[in-house]
């Protein structure tokens, strides 16, 4: 089944301790993002990847780092989690099409964390 | 300031009614998406517009493209407690940014 997967789906934690949140996909897609959810301010893109080794800043990085080291997984990583960052976070994955009309974002379901 | 904006940003109607939502920008955009999420899940990609003046239906909801492409409507008819849920469109942005709009949260009684 094509699916994007996110672990854990639920995290509270403290302020300072580091963790990340697993993101995979098995449908080969070039382009991964995170997103984070607040209420009022909808869907907000932290990072993105175009490719293995290739991330971009979204519209709210700070705090947040990622890597691409490989094309299926796209870890976020919160080195010192602050509690502003308490939030539903997304991963999404597509196909990158150069012709500048977005394609279809498959979504993981979520991971909810709460920063105490 | 919102790249996108969405209204209205709650909607509370009876099953059978019709509705319609907005999403709007000062911007051109040569595509946009229309998404629904519904509670505990990720969106879920309901339709692309592409062209300016594009209509899309799927079943009973119709999605058009504004002429200039700055803009979009959602129009259900004849609303489902199913259709219960947030509506998102989203466009890209720099060609590798996706940008989504505050969302339409609509819920259909019964």
Request: aromatic fraction near 10%; charged fraction near 20%.
């Amino acid at each position: 089944e094509a699916q994007v997967t996110q672990n854990p789906r639920y995290l509270i934690t403290v302020t300072g301790k580091k963790l990340t949140v697993t993101c995979s996909q098995n449908m080969n897609h070039e382009y991964m993002s995170w997103y984070r959810q607040d209420p009022g301010l909808g869907l907000r893109q932290i990072y993105y990847s175009m490719n293995v080794e290739v991330t971009d800043k979204g519209d709210v990085p700070e705090g947040y780092k990622v890597s691409r080291k490989e094309k299926r997984n796209f870890p976020l990583i919160l080195e010192s989690p602050s509690p502003n960052q308490t939030s539903l976070y997304f991963c999404a994955s597509s196909i990158f099409l150069t012709s500048g009309i977005g394609s279809e974002q498959f979504f993981g379901p979520g991971t909810r964390l709460t920063v105490l | 300031t919102q790249l996108l904006e969405q209204s209205p940003q709650f909607l509370s109607i009876q099953e059978g009614e019709n509705l319609t939502v907005y999403c709007n920008s000062s911007s051109v955009f040569s595509s946009l998406q229309w998404y629904r999420q519904e509670p505990g899940e990720g969106p879920v990609l309901l339709v692309t517009v592409v062209t300016g003046g594009e209509v899309k239906k799927l079943k009973r909801l119709t999605f058009q493209f504004g002429d200039a492409r700055k803009d979009s409507s959602l129009h259900i008819t004849a609303a489902q407690p199913g259709d219960t849920g947030l509506y998102l469109c989203a466009v890209l942005y720099n060609t590798d940014k996706l940008i989504f709009g505050t969302g339409t949260r609509l819920q259909v009684f019964p």
